[in-house]
């Protein structure tokens, strides 16, 4: 790991933050809502103006800053697109975000881009192959960077090392942070049926520094079974606030963001799902005082 990286980590507060939709600016400003910060996609946001960035530059005035990348393609076996991370590079010097993120994921082949966060063998070649590109990211941006645990609705034959596993060793040998996603875990677990509470057992939490929650989908395959969809489209379920409760019992307070990123629904719905974490954070905070 390059030694610059420890010189900025996560720094999010520990509260409830939510994800940034444009359709929300003039309420925000309205209201001035009590949320602990807010995180945007970063490829929203790769231009060099317009509305974006002037709605941008105006919420940071106020609020902390998370940035959430979706198409760095960490896990695939192709070399990591330069020009992309360049313009991440950009972003993240012109905000100052408090966190940057990305996915245990590939998205990219050849050149094609494939608009699906898509799994990878948990072995000892991806390890190395993904440690190796999480070093590069966090070199150029000069900054610790936090990988979130992925939804999957398959397994990869390959596979050699448990997720949990897996990602421990990539944030010991890279110094990278974890993003523990709650409902990736309630919708892999459910599709894959294993128990969601054995997995959150396994997991590092020394190096979670930000919690997602969003709400899925019942949906069936061509076969006509029935799997979740990890949609970012409802409101987030009882089991997942329940699982939630499991893990902030073990961090603690811990920046947690609400993703609703499909059928927006109107700012209102959107705060009253952050007050909800909200809630179960000051309780968590309560208990370990």
Not at 83 to 109: F, G, K, N
Not at 178 to 192: C, R, S
């Amino acid at each position: 790991m390059d030694e610059t990286v420890s010189t900025f980590s996560s720094t999010l507060p520990a509260g409830a933050g939510v994800g940034f939709k444009p359709a929300h600016f003039e309420a925000i400003l309205a209201s001035a809502p009590r949320v602990a910060f807010f995180e945007v996609h970063a490829e929203n946001y790769m231009g060099d103006g317009g509305p974006p960035h002037r709605q941008l530059t105006r919420l940071r005035q106020d609020y902390p800053l998370s940035v959430h990348g979706v198409g760095l393609s960490i896990g695939s076996a192709e070399p990591i697109d330069g020009r992309h991370l360049e313009r991440l590079r950009i972003l993240c010097d012109r905000y100052q975000p408090q966190s940057v993120s990305e996915h245990l994921a590939w998205s990219t082949y050849r050149g094609v881009f494939f608009n699906d966060l898509l799994p990878l063998p948990y072995d000892r070649e991806t390890l190395a192959r993904v440690i190796e590109k999480i070093d590069e990211v966090q070199s150029a941006l000069g900054r610790q960077i936090l990988l979130e645990n992925p939804a999957t609705y398959l397994s990869v034959a390959q596979s050699e090392i448990s997720e949990p596993e897996f990602l421990a060793e990539i944030a010991q040998r890279s110094g990278c942070g974890l993003l523990l996603d709650v409902e990736n875990i309630f919708v892999t677990a459910t599709n894959k049926a294993f128990d969601a509470c054995g997995y959150l057992s396994q997991f590092a939490f020394e190096h979670v520094r930000e919690i997602h929650l969003a709400g899925h989908l019942e949906a069936r395959d061509a076969r006509g079974d029935p799997f979740l969809l990890d949609a970012h489209r409802a409101p987030v379920a009882e089991a997942v606030w329940a699982l939630f409760g499991q893990t902030i019992a073990r961090t603690g307070p811990i920046a947690t963001l609400v993703e609703w990123d499909n059928d927006v629904p109107d700012w209102s719905e959107l705060a009253h799902e952050a007050r909800k974490a909200q809630v179960a954070l000051d309780v968590a905070s309560h208990k370990s005082a």
